[in-house]
Structure formats: structure tokens, C-alpha cells
């Protein structure tokens, strides 16, 4: 075990923003407070970008009623950013740190944010200097190996759930399709969350599409089809991430011969657009009129966007798993480690309970974990029982839905 | 003062859901549950189409604890239906009146329900069949004349502030812009709605853009690139019913040479699609771009679509008046008389209190309210404070924000 190391500490958040990463930042200082070692308490503002323009604020001069609100608000009071430090950025980085005798760095965020701050570590080792690295997991994808899950999830899949639960009951009014396109470009955590709001078997989402595997438009029909024909109605969960055998995304395929906006990676836009539910319903409709499964098809789709990752509703696990996940990232500073990503694993699912470990940074750096096999219904068309004990802990509890006694219908 | 008549009530939802629909209903089953003249109450499946087609539940065999359960519960458990009757839709509606004894009708619904049940009312009495027909306020819209507001307005309005001030919270973390489009084709009450949950005078949205003006996009434009150079970033709130000075659909505005989705009455779709906060997102990158306002604009746009309507999160307030004004429609039908609509007026602002009174169905039927000019900023592009003295009472008590102590930014 290390030495400990007198000097002050900076805390960062990177990347898109969750209902519950201010309650992860709160959770560190609050550990720190207790560490005598620690002189100072820095926020950097807007993520790494901060550190490297030396915009800090004193998070130790905030009053706990600030700490206590801010924990309940969601999206990052520290702001964001999604660079990855170059080279001389890791330089920058670390002569600001050497300039303010900052010995310890809490990063809070996904994948990249772990790779990032192992690369600062090595730039740190190299020159010499005793800088002790922790990494927080963040990401409302749920996509960090290491992790049963992470701090943001809960409450996106919460809002999913709860999302979900009332366009099913609206769609029940009128039948009809609905489509509903969930944030996830690689892994589909969150869309499979949608399912979590079902109360009986005949609930949507009937149909969950998700990123891990091929999706094909043939298929997706004929699905749909088999649930309007057996129903009068159809309610759909659609990763925005889902791609054909090919690797296509569905809705370049669907957009042949139109122009697709793309992001600043070159990588066609997701998020933030509303297409890839409008070519869908497009498709269905065109499809199932054509095929005469119904003559008019009533179809509507939505795409959850942003509201997903910000919407100020936190499931009451996620936000004490923030906290406390938080805290036990501060203690690890305590106790003489010197470098690592904070993880939850679970102990388990009934009573559901958690624990928080240390791991390699390396083992979280840059990997994408996907929704294992068991998670994934055979026809790969929906969610299995065992993805729904895993996900149930951790939206915390949803408002009652009352359903009419229709064994009550009136005979002639 | 009428007599009193004994026989069956039959209650009927129509139109789009909202959040507390159901509890307006449960409300009517409880107050008839009291009259001794009513021997059944009946509940008519999928609106008019279900008296039509004589599908009735028994509402009196429901449990307590259902009903209960039920009145918690988004969108309608009685389904719904768009159908406007026609005079031969009249004649079979009063023909299953007559066969079962059905003196009483309680139809919940906005302005097309108030208008059904106004013919339904006369064909009946042209017949010289005593009818007591009730109408049941209701719409996410809020858009019924001689109501303070309507039910499910407050509910969909507390979701669209929560949605604005997570995704406002959100774009603070990276700036640029995000518009999200919401409800209303006529009315801007739900869109206004997003202004509710700000906490400060920074916080967005910073635009506001109603129906009850045209639209120009070279307002918006400047409006938009004043609000970015300011603060960096700039939420927008746009009703999804905006048209330009000639009233043409900004959606067709924007699309210009594209094929537009028309929807079953001919009108262009607007709910369940996103293009129009697509094309918005892409004009303003365009002209800001363009107009060197900022060298390359971050721009998202949702359209927050069916999940309005139905989130499963009622508004406290809005929960308590529509059971309140269901039982009111109720007890009209006790004392005697013969038909109206149930409407909501406001006694006082603060502390909040409102009452209920039957007004002529023809004073409802068919008409339209919008947004009173004291509730629209003189540059047309906000609410007034007026309208936030309006709107706060309605949504319930919102989560606490904490916000960061930026004065105790560290100084070298």
C-alpha cells in the first residue's frame, strides 16, 4: 500500500450527462471532506477542458444544502466535454497539476473517460510525479465492462420503463402501431428497459429490437404483423443503433438515395433527430397495406431523445448507488490506492444488493460491453425473464396502473 | 328544475388520452354510485363506436380497489375513439338508449365531445326521449372555452416542464442549441408549459414560439442567435401547430419540394413524426453557420410526441380535479338537471382554489380557446409572467434544483 500524499484534489465530469452523475461528484467530495490529506476540493469545469484552461471551482466552499440539492439534479453542475486528451493535452494537464500540487483526479464517466485517465496515469508515471487516478463509471448505456451495471442506467431505464408504460396504455386506446426509438447506438441496455413497465403479458412493448444483433426490415414486418393480426394494435421498442447483416445502419437503408446529416466523427446522427421513427412507421405502413394485413394502418413513432438521460425523475437505487459509489472512490484515495475505476457488482438480485470494487482502469478503458445472450430472446425480438430480474432493482418503484375488469362485459 | 327519471347511466371517453382521464370517470362512478335512481352504470368500450355497437362493462361490478388503481392510471381503460357521430350514428345511439333504459350519458372529452353530445342531445329531443347528457372537460390541449383550464392539461404541462428543465440542464453541460417541439396545433398552453419548471432567469427554454402568432424564421433566426451569443447555448420550445404569416405549416414551409404525410383528415401529420423539429434543427445550423454567428453550431432537436400525453406521472392537482369534476357531473344528474358541460373556474390565484359549474353544451361544442394575448410576451417569443402566475398551481411541486455556487470560482 502507498503512502499517502498531502495536496489538493480535482473532480471531472466527461461525456453525456445522466440523472444522477451530480450525485456520483457529490458522493466524492463528500468522501473527501473526511480525508485530512486533502487540502483542496476542485470542480473543473467542462470536463478535461477545464483542467486545461485552470477553470476550477472551490467545491469544498459550497454549503451542504448546495451539495444535497445539486445531488437530486440531474445533467453535470460541473459541465461536460467530449474531448479525449491528445498528447499535449496529457502535458498541459499535468504541468496545471504540478503548478497547484493537485495529487488526485476523479473522473466521472464512460469508457473514453477510463481510457483517458489511464493515459494521463502513464503521462503522470513517466514524469514521475504521484498522481492517484480514480475513475467513477457513468453511462446511461450501461456499457462498461467490469460493471453489473452503472450509475445513470437506472433512472434512463426508469424513464424508458415509465415512457413505455404510458404510450402502451394510449396506444390501447386507439390500437394501431406505435414506435418508440430509444438511445443506445451499440448496446441496448436502455431499450430493453422499455420492457420493464409491462404489467401483463399482453402489455407493450410487444416487440424490442436491439443493437446486438442483425436487424432485418423482412422480419420486422412479419412481426409486426403476427401482434396487429393477433391484437388490432402493436407497440415497438427500436434501439437507435440497430443495423442490417451488413452493418448498415437502418436508416441509411431506409434513407437510399437521401442525404444523412452526420455528427463531427462522421458518423451518421442518432440522437438529437427524429428519422430513423419516421422511415420506420414509413416502412410498416407501406408494408402491412401492401400485404393487406390491414387496410389503413394507424402508425405513430417517436423518438425519446434527450429527455432519456435528463428527464429529473432518479430511481431511488441509482441515486444512492451514485452516492455511494462516489464515496467509496474517495476512500480508495484514502486508503493508499493509488489508481483504478470504481465498479458495482452485484451480490444479489432477491433481496436485490450491491457492492462497489476497484478495478484495473485498462479493464474499462475503451471497451463496449453489449446485453449477453440470455438477455435476448431466441427469435431476438425481445427481452428475456432474466434480463427483467436483472433490470427491475434498479428503476426503483413505478405508480400503480389499474386495469378494468373486462370479465365485467355487459352479455345480450 | 327537471324530475328525476330512473335508469341507466352509460359513461364514454373520446379523443386523445391524457393523463387523468380515467379519474375523471372513476370520478362519475363514484357520484352515481350515490343516486338511487341510477340502476346501472355502464361503461361504453371505444367511445360513441361502443354504444353503437352495444360493448358495455359493468363499471358498478368493478372493486373499490380497481377503480381505485384505475383513477391512477394514464390514458383510458374505456378506450377511445375519434368518431364524430353522423345523423345516422344519432339515430342508432338513441335506439340502444331506448332498448336499455339508458337515460343518462356522460361523454369526457374536448370541444368534438361537447358537440357530440349537443346532437346527440337534440336528436333525443326531437324524439321525445328524455336524455341527460353530460360533458366531461378534458384535453392535454387545454383549449376549451369557459374553463380556467382543463383536465389533463396540468399533467401533460408538468411533464413538459420536467422534460425542459432536464434538457435544459442538459444542454448547459455542452452548450449550443436543442429545440423541442411540443404539442398544439391551435393552442400554445402546452407548449407555454415549458417555461414553468425554470428556477432562474438564465435557465431555458429561452424561446418560447406559440401557434397563436405566425411564425417568421427570420425572427427565429435572430432570436436564436442573440440568446447563443449571450449565453453560449439557447433551448427553444416550439408548438408543433407554428405556421407562417400566410398560415402555411412551417413543417411545409421547411419542406419545400419534399412529400409531406397527410393524416386521415387531409391536414399534415404533425404528432408522431419528428420532422419538423429536424427541419428547424438543420435551418438554424444552416443560417447560423452562414451567418458566421458561430463557426459550427451544435444543434439538436426532439419532438416530445405521444409521451406528453400519457407519462404516468399525474400532476397532484390535476388528479384531484378531474375526480372532483367528474363526481360534480354526477351530482348535476342528481339535482335534477338535464344536460351541460362540466367545466373548471379558477376562484383564486393565491392560494390556489378552484370550483366547477355546468355551463350550455353549445357554449363548449366545437369552438377553440387560445392563448389570452397577457399570457404572450410582446415580442411573441416567451410567456409572460402573467402566464407562470397562470400555469404553476396546475403541475404540482417539481424536484428541487441545486445549482453550483459559481462566485466561488477559484481566482489565480
Chains 1, 2 share one sequence.
Not at 493535452?89 to 496545471?96: A, E, K, P, Q, T
Not at 444488493?353 to 476497484?358: G, I
Request: proline content about 5%.
Amino acid at each position: 500500500m502507498a503512502s499517502t500524499i498531502k495536496g489538493r484534489a480535482v473532480i471531472f465530469t466527461q461525456g453525456g450527462p445522466t440523472a444522477v452523475i451530480n450525485a456520483s461528484w457529490v458522493g466524492v467530495v463528500q468522501g473527501l471532506m473526511l480525508n485530512h490529506d486533502i487540502s483542496d476540493i476542485w470542480g473543473a469545469v467542462n470536463g478535461i477542458d477545464g483542467i486545461m484552461k485552470e477553470k476550477f471551482v472551490d467545491l469544498m466552499a459550497q454549503t451542504a444544502k448546495t451539495l444535497e440539492d445539486i445531488s437530486y439534479t440531474p445533467a453535470s453542475q460541473l459541465r461536460s466535454t467530449r474531448r479525449k486528451p491528445t498528447p499535449e493535452d496529457n502535458v498541459r494537464m499535468l504541468d496545471v497539476f504540478l503548478k497547484h500540487n493537485i495529487h488526485y483526479a476523479f473522473g466521472i464517466g464512460g469508457n473514453d473517460t477510463s481510457e483517458s485517465l489511464d493515459i494521463i496515469n502513464d503521462a503522470a508515471r513517466d514524469r514521475e510525479f504521484e498522481l492517484r487516478v480514480f475513475h467513477v463509471a457513468k453511462t446511461v448505456d450501461n456499457d462498461l465492462m467490469e460493471n453489473d451495471h452503472t450509475p445513470g442506467y437506472g433512472s434512463a431505464a426508469r424513464y424508458v420503463a415509465n415512457a413505455f408504460r404510458g404510450v402502451n396504455l394510449d396506444n390501447q386506446c386507439f390500437g394501431g402501431l406505435y414506435i418508440g426509438v430509444c438511445m443506445g447506438r451499440h448496446a441496448g441496455f436502455l431499450t430493453a428497459a422499455s420492457a420493464l413497465g409491462r404489467t401483463t403479458p399482453d402489455d407493450g412493448p410487444h416487440l424490442v429490437y436491439l443493437p446486438e444483433h442483425p436487424f432485418s426490415l423482412d422480419a420486422f414486418a412479419r412481426d409486426v404483423a403476427a401482434v396487429h393480426t393477433r391484437l388490432g394494435r402493436c407497440v415497438v421498442a427500436v434501439s437507435e443503433g440497430i443495423e442490417d447483416e451488413n452493418r448498415t445502419p437502418i436508416l441509411q437503408v431506409l434513407s437510399a438515395g437521401g442525404a444523412l446529416e452526420k455528427d463531427s466523427h462522421g458518423n451518421i446522427q442518432l440522437s438529437g433527430t427524429g428519422a430513423l421513427a419516421d422511415k420506420l412507421v414509413d416502412f410498416l405502413k407501406q408494408r402491412l397495406e401492401k400485404d393487406g394485413v390491414v387496410k389503413k394502418l394507424r402508425a405513430r413513432g417517436d423518438t425519446f431523445g434527450y429527455v432519456q438521460r435528463s428527464f429529473p425523475d432518479q430511481s431511488p437505487v441509482d441515486r444512492a448507488e451514485a452516492l455511494a459509489l462516489g464515496h467509496f472512490a474517495a476512500v480508495q484515495a484514502q486508503s493508499g490506492n493509488i489508481d483504478g475505476s470504481c465498479a458495482i457488482v452485484r451480490v444479489s438480485d432477491n433481496p436485490y444488493k450491491a457492492d462497489y470494487r476497484l478495478v484495473p482502469l485498462k479493464n474499462v478503458a475503451g471497451k463496449t460491453r453489449r446485453m449477453p445472450p440470455e438477455f435476448i430472446s431466441p427469435e431476438k425480438n425481445d427481452v428475456t425473464e432474466a434480463f427483467l430480474r436483472y433490470g427491475r432493482p434498479l428503476i426503483g418503484e413505478l405508480s400503480p396502473i389499474g386495469a378494468l375488469d373486462l370479465t365485467k362485459t355487459i352479455a345480450f
